[in-house]
């Protein structure tokens, strides 16, 4: 039972302050599917709005971990894999979750946010598995392959401006309905698992 006690507090004593950020970054992302789910059991627009702001607010601890990482020296393995699982929620789960929340949820719409998250996912993986790759001398890495995952922010924003006016734009293809909304998720996906070099700040 000691052995057991002294494991776990083992591996909190293993998280660093930049962790912690991290955490925090994966509790907006889990608290913003919360907030849509809300949305939608009892349509309140509100809960769409602290959604839609919980996943910027993730944005800001995610620019915070790497930062404080790099400054206080405490990257490491655990930092990265839990960056990567934190991103996944905030930046592919939480907004498809909002984007389906906000009308984005035919049988279509669903599948593009489907491959949304997927995409993400994919994207991660790969960074994860190339970073040493990619690192120069100093082990920075030089630029990203593909977009980042935190840009999803960019379509989610469009989607909710459209949802507020209105205007998500159904229409039917083969007879299937899907909202033409959707495709902002289907090219941010696309662009996050293409060979895009962007030089990494």
Not at 124 to 149: C, H, S, W
Request: glycine share 6%; hydrophobic share 50%; aromatic share 8%.
């Amino acid at each position: 039972m000691n052995e057991t006690r002294r494991k776990r507090f083992s591996m909190i004593r293993s998280f660093h302050v930049a962790d912690l950020l991290t955490i925090a970054n994966g509790c907006c992302g889990v608290s913003a599917v919360f907030h849509a789910m809300r949305h939608l059991t009892r349509d309140d627009s509100a809960h769409i709005a602290l959604a839609a702001c919980l996943v910027p607010a993730a944005l800001v601890f995610d620019f915070l971990d790497g930062r404080v990482a790099r400054w206080r020296h405490e990257a490491s393995p655990l930092g990265r894999e839990l960056d990567s699982l934190a991103d996944v929620i905030s930046f592919g789960v939480a907004p498809a979750t909002i984007g389906f929340a906000v009308g984005l949820s035919t049988a279509l719409d669903q599948a593009i946010l489907i491959f949304f998250v997927v995409c993400g996912v994919s994207r991660l993986a790969r960074y994860n598995i190339t970073a040493e790759q990619l690192a120069d001398d100093t082990g920075k890495v030089r630029y990203f392959e593909g977009t980042p995952i935190p840009t999803s922010v960019a379509p989610l924003a469009l989607v909710l401006a459209a949802a507020a006016t209105g205007t998500l734009l159904p229409v039917r293809v083969l007879g299937i309905p899907f909202h033409l909304v959707a495709l902002l998720f289907l090219v941010s996906g696309s662009l996050m698992i293409s060979t895009i070099r962007i030089p990494k700040p």
